[in-house]
């Protein structure tokens, strides 16, 4: 009998595995970890039903890729079992090296290493687990296959993890701006000269994308709210490392050791739980400023945000700073763990790599930046960005 398992999933409905490799991955421990790290982070504390996991995340961009796949080889593109299997893999594992709460604490736990390097160490160490089974996937994670829309479908600014996390983040958030409309878009899909293209009827499927991906930033990702839990969450994490504050194993490493003594499995062994517990721990902390951050998260006592559309005056930032060190009797140096500004930013489209190309009925290409279409070119035209100030509440 064929192998087959099917996941009940709240997005796409049914999922099915029908592949015992790529079973025997989900099944892993490395794997299983996604189950324990939250997908938006923080954004939780601003909209309740945020609390989806990695692990959603990446069965339902497995579920977008097998959707993908079966559309273009019924266009005729030639796609071999091991290519396909490989493709599944690859989008499978893509966020496996995300550590505790995602991107929030990306640069802080791990500072200077991208997740998907680690990523890669992952699916590196389990290509050697599976006898050399993923090394297709490897290369079309890297990019260094040759047939680059593979690669493409992993990464790229028509992704099918771009796909999956819009649809997902839209709808455990309930912020329905953000819906996209995949299977459509999935359905436009073509391949042309090795490249991933959309049809042309696909534009105004793409042009929906592309605004939803916008509203979700603007709405979700940059919520003042959610930037301020995120730093105060990565402060704390700083702060404890400043300090050299004590918690439990294996999160204890990463606060109190060099980042080049931690190992792979170690990395593998810590998730959002670690965390939160060192957060419970360190809210008795005898450092007023790691216990003040820790409760603040926990109890949902916020810094506030103030965002501008310009930078903010130096005087008015010192100001602030002398206020908030006068009514919590801190000293002048850690009064900038609590009061800071910085920029929140993000591009709804890449003008230099990775475009999105329309494939023309009479055969013609075209970057979606060069359509003569105003409202495309309008919504992707220029970054969202926005100056910021954080400050503790003094009523």
Same mark, same amino acid.
């Given at each position: 009998?064929?192998?087959?398992?099917?996941?009940?999933?709240? +997005?796409?409905?049914?999922?099915?595995?029908?592949?015992?490799?790529?079973?025997?991955?989900?099944?892993?421990?490395?794997?299983?970890?996604?189950?324990?790290?939250?997908?938006?982070?923080?954004?939780?504390?601003?909209?309740?039903?945020?609390?989806?996991?990695?692990?959603?995340?990446?069965?339902?961009?497995?579920?977008?890729?097998?959707?993908?796949?079966?559309?273009?080889?019924?266009k005729g593109i030639e796609i071999t079992a091991a290519?396909?299997?490989?493709?599944?893999?690859?989008?499978?594992?893509?966020?496996?090296?995300?550590?505790?709460?995602?991107?929030?604490?990306?640069?802080?736990?791990?500072?200077?290493?991208?997740?998907?390097?680690?990523?890669? #160490?992952?699916?590196?160490?389990?290509?050697? *687990?599976?006898?050399?089974?993923?090394?297709?996937?490897?290369?079309? &994670?890297?990019?260094?296959?040759? *047939?680059?829309?593979?690669?493409?479908?992993?990464s790229g600014q028509l992704d099918v993890d771009r796909?999956?996390?819009?649809?997902?983040?839209?709808?455990?958030?309930? +912020?329905?701006?953000?819906?996209?409309?995949?299977?459509?878009?999935?359905?436009?899909? %073509?391949?042309?000269?090795?490249?991933?293209?959309?049809?042309?009827?696909?534009?105004?499927?793409?042009?929906?994308?592309?605004?939803?991906?916008?509203?979700?930033?603007?709405?979700?990702?940059?919520?003042? %709210?959610?930037?301020?839990?995120?730093?105060?969450?990565?402060?704390?994490?700083?702060?404890? *490392?400043?300090?050299?504050?004590?918690?439990?194993?294996?999160?204890?490493? &990463?606060?109190?050791?060099?980042?080049?003594?931690? =190992? #792979?499995?170690? &990395?593998?062994?810590?998730?959002?739980?670690?965390?939160?517990?060192?957060? *419970? =721990?360190?809210?008795?902390? =005898?450092?007023?400023?790691?216990?003040?951050?820790?409760?603040?998260? #926990?109890?949902?006592?916020?810094?506030?945000?103030?965002?501008?559309? %310009?930078?903010?005056?130096?005087?008015?930032?010192?100001?602030?700073?002398?206020?908030?060190? =006068?009514?919590?009797?801190?000293?002048?140096?850690?009064?900038?763990?609590?009061?800071?500004?910085?920029?929140?930013?993000?591009?709804?489209?890449?003008?230099?790599?990775?475009?999105?190309?329309?494939? &023309?009925?009479?055969?013609?290409?075209?970057?979606?930046a060069a359509v003569d279409d105003a409202l495309i070119?309008?919504?992707?035209?220029?970054?969202?960005?926005?100056?910021?100030?954080?400050?503790?509440?003094?009523?």
């Amino acid at each position: 009998m064929p192998f087959h398992k099917i996941i009940n999933d709240p +997005v796409y409905g049914f999922i099915t595995i029908d592949d015992e490799l790529v079973f025997s991955i989900i099944a892993h421990p490395y794997y299983q970890r996604l189950r324990r790290i939250q997908q938006m982070a923080m954004a939780h504390l601003v909209y309740p039903g945020a609390v989806h996991t990695r692990l959603h995340h990446s069965l339902g961009a497995y579920h977008l890729m097998c959707m993908a796949l079966q559309e273009l080889t019924r266009k005729g593109i030639e796609i071999t079992a091991a290519e396909q299997q490989a493709a599944k893999i690859a989008i499978l594992l893509h966020d496996v090296g995300h550590g505790p709460y995602s991107h929030a604490l990306e640069q802080v736990l791990a500072e200077g290493v991208h997740h998907e390097k680690i990523s890669l #160490l992952i699916i590196e160490e389990l290509n050697k *687990k599976f006898e050399g089974k993923l090394q297709i996937a490897q290369e079309i &994670f890297t990019g260094s296959y040759h *047939k680059k829309f593979l690669h493409q479908l992993v990464s790229g600014q028509l992704d099918v993890d771009r796909m999956d996390y819009l649809t997902r983040d839209s709808f455990f958030s309930g +912020v329905i701006e953000g819906y996209v409309a995949y299977d459509r878009i999935l359905k436009m899909i %073509t391949v042309h000269n090795g490249e991933l293209m959309v049809e042309e009827k696909g534009i105004y499927s793409i042009e929906k994308f592309l605004i939803s991906r916008r509203l979700m930033y603007r709405q979700v990702y940059l919520h003042k %709210t959610v930037l301020s839990a995120e730093q105060m969450l990565q402060r704390i994490i700083k702060r404890a *490392k400043f300090i050299g504050a004590q918690c439990q194993q294996p999160l204890n490493s &990463f606060i109190n050791e060099p980042l080049q003594n931690i =190992t #792979l499995e170690q &990395f593998c062994s810590i998730d959002d739980a670690d965390v939160l517990m060192a957060i *419970k =721990t360190w809210c008795s902390h =005898t450092d007023k400023i790691l216990s003040y951050l820790c409760n603040g998260i #926990l109890n949902r006592r916020l810094l506030k945000v103030r965002y501008s559309s %310009t930078a903010l005056e130096e005087n008015i930032l010192q100001q602030k700073k002398q206020e908030v060190a =006068t009514a919590l009797n801190i000293s002048n140096e850690d009064v900038s763990w609590l009061v800071f500004d910085g920029i929140a930013s993000s591009s709804t489209y890449d003008f230099e790599s990775q475009q999105i190309k329309i494939l &023309f009925k009479d055969g013609s290409v075209k970057d979606i930046a060069a359509v003569d279409d105003a409202l495309i070119n309008e919504s992707m035209r220029g970054n969202i960005k926005k100056y910021y100030i954080c400050y503790p509440g003094l009523q």
